[in-house]
């Protein structure tokens, strides 16, 4: 019979392992947003973890950015999931906008664009992502709420002006983003002027993320 205090270990060491890589995760987040051009060492060194150890779990520097790439598309997918399940139309489209700033997303976007080359399963997530902000965009704007003039690209330049506001205190930056966010969606809620020059088009950023380089 076996012995039932056989798998534990195995069980451990998978947890364990699992802990490293949101280690690394944190880690490279952190090294690559203060400095892209960061060496991949100065992740293992903030992880606390030998090289060797990174090397295991990543090939090099351009799959852990992609990594932590995709794992911030992931999220911004969960968020927008998640609000598409509000009934109210305002608050599934602002509450949306408020998740995603709070998880600091777009901050990879504006700093990690072009350090890597995307998969085709981050280009499948990407195609899912604007699905589901074209769908809030239109509830929003159905429900009478939005500008119509607001078009779904607005979303990725308004979520890349608040992920653009940093200090050194985490908590004053979130407190300034949302601030930041409170007063772009005041500017995006219907019955203003007009807004100037056409909107962005579809793809028009998509130039970023076709450079590569480490």
């Not at 998978?14 to 400095?35: C, G």
């Not at 139309?89 to 700093?111: I, K, N, P, Y």
């Not at 009478?144 to 607001?150: C, E, I, K, Q, T």
Request: proline share 7%; aromatic share 4%; with cysteine.
């Amino acid at each position: 019979m076996p012995n039932p205090t056989d798998n534990p270990p195995l069980a451990g060491r998978r947890a364990q392992a699992a802990r490293n890589d949101a280690t690394i995760l944190a880690a490279a987040r952190a090294v690559f947003l203060d400095d892209p051009k960061a060496p991949i060492a100065a992740v293992a060194e903030r992880a606390g973890v030998g090289i060797s150890a990174l090397y295991r779990r990543y090939a090099g520097k351009e799959d852990l950015l992609r990594t932590l790439c995709h794992d911030g598309l992931l999220r911004f997918v969960a968020a927008a999931e998640e609000a598409a399940a509000e009934p109210d139309d305002w608050a599934a489209f602002a509450g949306f906008l408020e998740r995603v700033v709070d998880a600091d997303v777009h901050s990879l976007t504006v700093h990690l664009a072009g350090t890597f080359t995307p998969t085709e399963e981050m280009g499948r997530a990407a195609v899912r992502a604007n699905e589901l902000v074209d769908g809030l965009v239109g509830r929003a704007r159905r429900s009478g709420r939005l500008r119509p003039d607001a078009v779904t690209q607005d979303v990725g330049l308004l979520l890349e002006g608040c992920a653009a506001i940093r200090v050194p205190d985490p908590d004053r930056t979130r407190e300034l983003r949302r601030r930041h966010l409170a007063v772009l969606l005041a500017g995006l809620a219907a019955g203003g002027p007009a807004l100037p020059g056409p909107p962005p088009a579809a793809g028009e950023l998509d130039w970023r993320w076709r450079a590569t380089g480490k």
